[in-house]
């Protein structure tokens, strides 16, 4: 449900008050060194040995057999190859071991070195980790400083005045003077407007829109050439007076608040109601407005003021409040 008043923000205006201060990087984390793998220890001949005497072993038995099993050719044959492979394998073995034995110092020393190297490397890992610890602890003070709420909210202010700046010539270069017809209610409310605000009130300013030769013309404008917000501030009637016709009602002006609020307009509606009856208060919405955003502070835009609020109508509500002649109930 839309209720009176209704704010709207620009795009650009709701990121500067979101926005945060720069944050400092993030310390790197030190890398932990690699250490070398311990080289394997001295083999014996014990394997070696044993297929040597197991393949001699082997070929006696095979010297043995070549009575009994005379004209078995093949277990012969068996018999030979078992008793060579074996044999193979031993010398193989033996030669691999007696290799690996004579490279074992070459190969421990290395290691050695490479030890040595690791641990230099260890003992300034452990000094960079104390130092990393050192700079996480500063990190996280320097961070809730800058995150700090007045921190913070100095940056938010600056962020909005920096984009403010962009709005200083646009009146006196897109608006043109033109003669809006106005009610009573509009006139009162412009001299509450002028006695609260001063000379940051204008009316009668017109604004082009693309392919229209019609102008867009504000109710009033709000402007302080100090910080160059501008604040579209418009009453809304549900009905016209002399046709009954339904105006203002829900979704019926969202084009013209989109035109606004891409040129950095904050948009505020009032129910003409709430003008009529409490003027002083819409004065205040105004003003509630201009030193929050001005200060940096996020708009409350659902928060409660010191008026009722209005339930913005439909246009079937609208027709019926035509017909109950509403506006004459507080006009």
């Not at 407005?289 to 409660?304: D, F, N, P």
């Amino acid at each position: 449900m839309i209720s009176y008043p209704i704010i709207k923000i620009p795009r650009s205006i709701i990121d500067a008050l979101k926005s945060s201060p720069f944050l400092p990087n993030t310390p790197a984390i030190p890398i932990h060194p690699s250490g070398p793998a311990e080289p394997s220890k001295p083999q014996n001949y014990s394997f070696s040995g044993c297929m040597i005497v197991f393949s001699l072993i082997m070929g006696a038995i095979v010297v043995f057999a070549f009575d009994i099993f005379d004209g078995l050719w093949f277990i012969k044959i068996f018999g030979i190859l078992s008793a060579s492979f074996f044999l193979f394998i031993g010398i193989a073995n033996l030669s691999s071991v007696t290799e690996a034995n004579e490279n074992y110092p070459h190969v421990l020393s290395e290691y050695s070195q490479k030890k040595r190297i690791y641990e230099r490397e260890l003992s300034d890992y452990n000094e960079k980790m104390k130092k990393y610890q050192q700079e996480c602890e500063a990190h996280r003070l320097k961070v809730s400083q800058v995150l700090d709420s007045y921190q913070t909210i100095a940056h938010r202010k600056s962020a909005v005045l920096e984009r403010l700046k962009e709005n200083k010539n646009f009146l006196s270069e897109n608006s043109t003077s033109t003669i809006n017809k106005v009610g009573r209610t509009e006139e009162e409310f412009y001299y509450k407007l002028i006695n609260h605000f001063g000379n940051n009130i204008y009316i009668n300013l017109g604004f082009a829109v693309a392919k229209s030769e019609n102008l867009v013309v504000p109710d009033y404008i709000y402007f302080d050439p100090n910080s160059n917000l501008l604040i579209d501030i418009e009453i809304d009637e549900p009905y016209e007076i002399e046709s009954g016709k339904p105006i203002h009602y829900v979704g019926i002006d969202n084009w013209r608040d989109s035109y606004f609020l891409s040129r950095d307009f904050i948009v505020v509606r009032f129910a003409e109601e709430q003008v009529v009856k409490y003027p002083g208060n819409c004065c205040e919405v105004i003003q509630y407005l201009v030193e929050t955003i001005l200060s940096g502070k996020q708009v409350e835009i659902e928060r409660s003021f010191t008026m009722p609020s209005i339930k913005q109508w439909t246009e079937e509500e609208a027709h019926t409040m035509a017909y109950q002649k509403y506006r004459d109930h507080y006009t």
